[in-house]
């Protein structure tokens, strides 16, 4: 078994990459710098029982009524100091052996995936449980739909285990399928028939979901003759759906959205923004009419806190700095960087670079610090000067990771992510009309 995260350079004597151990300084006052929130230094299950996705990035964010809870986490694991943990996780998973294998988000905090077979993206994660069918377990460090997707994707005997149930997404939240069910209502009320094709053989609308979304939002896109796409094959999916329809609903994301349209030529004006809570989406019959990508009101919360003036004062304190943000920024900080792209494509162009360069980053800080140890030679910082790391991410702590590695030890399944058969097979369907539009090139690194 693969035991060594993937995305860490073997031999390298690498700084502390640790945001955890950052935070705990910084709101201990040993450190300079500031966070979010000074809750980000109490362990995650003092959140569990309360609503919410807790500190970090998405805490100002409206959760939705029913957004799965976390039990009580045992309190032997909310004691243990963390080189405790760790040996208990380190046990646990050597005895398990090849029953279990343990995916880690790049987002994921430095404590966790130093404990990850496999460390990825979420579709390269999901590859990579699709790759081990022998394990009987799952366990996906990151986030709900994350794990729906490694559920679609894995055998009918594999347990997906979410080490913290409270891990959702709150952009994933933002289609929920009862208002995309209306939404397509209303869209087929001004198109018609939403399977008929014209006489040019293309439907009035394409559903299209970034891979951050719900297995409930996968399963009707794969219904309703859509796609899915991740950020790093955006592009070549809506040209899929432009090859098949007059116009696509792209959801959740409406900054992945527009800066892939944009980077096409499509002009600003023909992609209206559909918001759930207003009537007709807030906009009208002859936008919708003349639109090319209808926008889903989604964001992301870690990449929204990215702005413009931060690449300013880059440029000014760092002259020469290589500037790459995350395509689920705001447009106009795409527009003002030097590139875009997921996180794999930032990984494989620092990795690139032959000269010690300097980087300014906007995407997830755990990413930017694992980025920044594994290269010293060059100078890699987080566009954002404040330590405010993914919400949800941040729920999965070492002491989850262990409770549920030991109670697979002790033949218990707990936290058990499953996609309803009707959902799964949709869903499936819109996976692999992404893959054969573009597959994946490389897949998970081992
Ligand atoms: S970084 Fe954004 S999109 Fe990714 S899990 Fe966190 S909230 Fe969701």
Redesign the pocket.
């Known amino acids: 078994m693969t035991t060594t995260p993937l995305t860490l350079r073997p031999g390298r004597p690498p700084a502390d990459p640790s945001v955890d151990h950052e935070i705990q300084a910084i709101v201990a006052g040993a450190a300079a710098g500031s966070t979010c929130t000074t809750d980000l230094a109490a362990g995650p299950w003092t959140f569990d029982t309360r609503p919410g996705?807790g500190p970090g990035?998405?805490m100002g964010d409206v959760i939705p009524t029913g957004s799965p809870r976390q039990g009580e986490l045992p309190q032997r694991y909310r004691d243990a100091p963390d080189e405790e943990l760790h040996d208990r996780i380190r046990a646990a998973k050597a005895t398990l052996g090849d029953r279990v294998v343990v995916l880690g988000?790049f987002?994921q905090r430095e404590e966790v995936v130093r404990h990850a077979d496999y460390v990825g993206d979420s579709f390269q994660l999901a590859g990579a449980a699709a790759s081990r069918p022998e394990a009987e377990a799952i366990v996906f460090c990151?986030?709900h739909?994350?794990a729906e997707t490694a559920d679609l994707l894995s055998g009918p005997d594999q347990a997906v285990i979410l080490p913290n149930l409270a891990a959702g997404?709150?952009?994933?939240d933002m289609a929920d399928i009862d208002q995309v069910e209306e939404c397509w209502e209303q869209l087929a009320e001004l198109f018609g028939d939403m399977d008929a094709p014209d006489a040019d053989g293309l439907v009035p609308v394409v559903p299209v979901t970034y891979m951050?979304s719900s297995a409930a939002i996968k399963g009707f896109v794969g219904r309703h003759g859509g796609i899915v796409c991740t950020s790093s094959n955006a592009r070549t999916v809506l040209e899929w759906a432009f090859a098949r329809g007059r116009r696509v609903l792209f959801f959740p994301?409406q900054h992945l959205g527009r800066n892939t349209a944009k980077a096409m030529g499509v002009p600003l004006e023909r992609m209206p923004m559909w918001n759930p809570t207003k009537a007709w989406g807030g906009t009208d019959a002859a936008t919708l009419e003349d639109s090319r990508v209808i926008l889903w009101h989604g964001f992301?919360?870690?990449?929204r806190r990215f702005t413009v003036d931060q690449i300013d004062k880059a440029r000014a304190e760092h002259p020469g700095v290589r500037v790459i943000v995350h395509p689920?920024c705001p447009m106009a900080v795409v527009d003002a960087a030097d590139e875009s792209g997921s996180t794999d494509y930032i990984r494989k162009a620092i990795e690139a670079a032959d000269e010690p360069t300097t980087f300014a980053i906007g995407t997830?800080i755990n990413l930017v610090r694992r980025l920044a140890a594994q290269h010293p030679q060059h100078e890699i910082f987080c566009l954002d000067p404040v330590v405010c790391p993914?919400?949800?991410?941040y729920r999965i702590h070492p002491g989850y990771l262990a409770w549920v590695l030991e109670e697979l030890v002790a033949g218990r399944v707990v936290n058990r992510i499953t996609v309803p058969q009707d959902v799964a097979e949709p869903g499936r369907v819109a996976l692999e009309r992404m893959l054969a539009a573009k597959p994946p090139a490389a897949g998970a690194q081992k």
């Open positions: 996705y990035a998405s988000h987002y990151g986030v739909f994350m997404c709150s952009m994933a951050n994301d992301c919360s870690v990449h689920e997830e993914c919400s949800t991410m």
